[in-house]
């Protein structure tokens, strides 16, 4: 039983597997996880702005994200508080004034358990556009800085030493993963975003033993939980963020065990 | 002849207080330049003040180099990132596979291409960094304590092997090195620090420098000129092994 919606949720869920396969290797690789976490929530607060003024929804997260993740790049050269204290400071102030606002804006009807959990039925034709087009566009600057990025990722000395201008690709980085978080909102919702980047990457972590192979696996991983994730959310009428998160993580457990003693075996 | 770097009267303020502050110092090809000083006293930071790791507060730098190669002090590589030693070797420049093995023959780690990073010893790592920054064929060579955790034997070879490169590369060299032997009998040019220049020049002027004695005490300066003497009666390249 394929309905238009569901062939609308598949593609789109594609896109963002695909583009959250490399992200999400990177936010592992530099521990970043928490850093996913504060910029998602404050997504709730984009979400809500572009209601109160409405704007397109990935445009509005994109912007409260990228300048959330500028404020703290900043909070940390300045105070001596650490990363993690600024990182929670930073999601649960911005996750709230996002629910105070939407209090505020009674006059709209607000689906919040769509926006925390995603919702597959609310994805349309413009926002297959959205992911794919901001999917394309954000790989094509991944490419571009990778050499860059990556080098900063194994040792930022050596590559501010050896004049890979780290900083620049750390700032493009982030902007990139407000990005990601942006087109793939409305598909996984606040709370699960970062599961989405993180868990296919964590597998891929396990039987994987270069970071192009971590990469590949990460990707494919992400699409199988996607699908996977869709088919079973219509199957069960359950939410298709947690539907997805939980097919992940059962590939996560799989990559635990056999597969891992098999390709050390094979090497 | 121009010089490779120059730093001017160069420091470096952080966290209100001045890491390092009054450098001048300049490294020309073919020349081994090295630090010496007490733990705390900029060593490293000088090291990054040249490689514009850190930005300069007050000072002048000058940057010659072209192709600039780096062996920090210490470098964590997070265990969530599966990097082999040929992925690593890569990182900041592509270079052919055969020169990579060459560079690991030379510092004895060849058979390591494809282990993993973060299965190496300490002693192993520190090999493979020296060969990545050898394999760039660099112009500017920094060395920070490049054969910390290194066994014996191999610490000998590679200061052979880092006398070598800088003849056959013709590259500047600047090295941080505790080996008092090795800086006295093979470098060219002896900068001790302690927070600013105490003292400066060939290493057998700085060895009888009153600020260095004071530095370093009455042991290191006699073993010192135990040493130079030997020094005096072998031949340049025998030099770091000695005995």
């Keep these: ?267 | 002849m121009n010089s490779l770097i120059k730093l001017e009267n160069a420091g470096v303020f952080k966290s209100s207080k001045w890491l390092v502050r009054g450098v001048s110092l300049e490294i020309y090809n073919g020349q081994i330049v090295t630090l010496i000083g007490p733990n705390g006293s900029g060593k490293t930071t000088t090291a990054k003040m040249v490689l514009n790791i850190y930005n300069t507060d007050e000072g002048l730098i000058t940057n010659n180099a072209n192709k600039i190669a780096y062996v920090p002090q210490k470098i964590n590589i997070d265990w969530t990132l599966p990097l082999r030693v040929i992925d690593f070797m890569k990182i900041t420049s592509l270079i052919d596979n055969s020169k990579i093995l060459e560079s690991l023959t030379l510092t004895g780690v060849e058979k390591l291409l494809y282990h993993e990073v973060r299965d190496l010893s300490g002693g192993e790592f520190q090999r493979v960094l020296i060969a990545r920054a050898i394999a760039k064929k660099p112009d500017l060579l920094v060395l920070d304590e490049p054969v910390q955790g290194v066994d014996f034997n191999g610490e000998i070879a590679l200061y052979k092997l880092i006398k070598n490169i800088s003849d056959t590369l013709n590259c500047g060299i600047l090295l941080i090195s505790h080996d008092i032997h090795f800086v006295m009998s093979a470098t060219d040019h002896v900068i001790c620090l302690n927070g600013h220049i105490c003292c400066s020049g060939t290493p057998s002027s700085v060895a009888k420098d009153p600020a260095y004695i004071k530095l370093f005490g009455e042991y290191t300066s006699s073993t010192l000129s135990l040493y130079e003497h030997h020094h005096d009666h072998s031949h340049q390249h025998d030099g770091s092994i000695s005995e």
């Excluded at chain 1, 750390?170 to 978080?181: K, R, S």
């Excluded at chain 1, 192009?212 to 939410?239: D, K, R």
């Design chain 1, 1 to 267: 039983m394929l309905d238009d919606f569901f062939i609308r949720a598949l593609i789109a869920g594609i896109g963002v597997a695909i583009v959250a396969g490399p992200l999400g290797c990177l936010v592992i690789w530099r521990r970043l996880s928490y850093f996913g976490d504060t910029l998602s929530h404050s997504a709730l607060l984009g979400i809500t702005l572009a209601y109160s003024f409405s704007i397109n929804i990935s445009l509005s997260v994109f912007l409260i994200s990228g300048i959330v993740a500028i404020i703290l790049i900043n909070l940390q050269k300045r105070t001596k508080l650490p990363g993690d204290a600024l990182l929670g400071l930073l999601a649960h102030s911005t996750l709230a004034i996002g629910l105070v606002i939407i209090g505020f804006l009674s006059f709209i009807r607000f689906d919040l358990m769509g926006l925390l959990f995603g919702d597959i039925l609310a994805v349309n034709i413009e926002d297959i556009f959205v992911i794919w087009l901001g999917g394309l566009s954000i790989l094509g600057i991944l490419f571009i800085i990778w050499k860059s990025l990556f080098a900063a990722t194994v040792s930022y000395d050596l590559a501010a030493a050896e004049g890979m201008k780290p900083d620049r690709s750390n700032l493009i980085f982030t902007l990139l993963l407000a990005g990601v978080i942006a087109i793939s909102i409305k598909m996984v919702g606040v709370l699960l975003i970062t599961g989405l980047l993180l868990i296919p990457a964590a597998m891929a972590r396990n039987i994987s033993n270069n970071p192009q192979q971590m990469i590949i696996l990460s990707i494919l991983g992400g699409i199988l939980s996607v699908v996977i994730g869709l088919f079973c959310s219509l199957e069960f009428n359950t939410a298709s963020g947690p539907t997805i998160i939980v097919v992940a993580l059962a590939f996560f457990i799989l990559s635990l065990f056999p597969l891992k003693k098999s390709t050390s075996l094979q090497k």
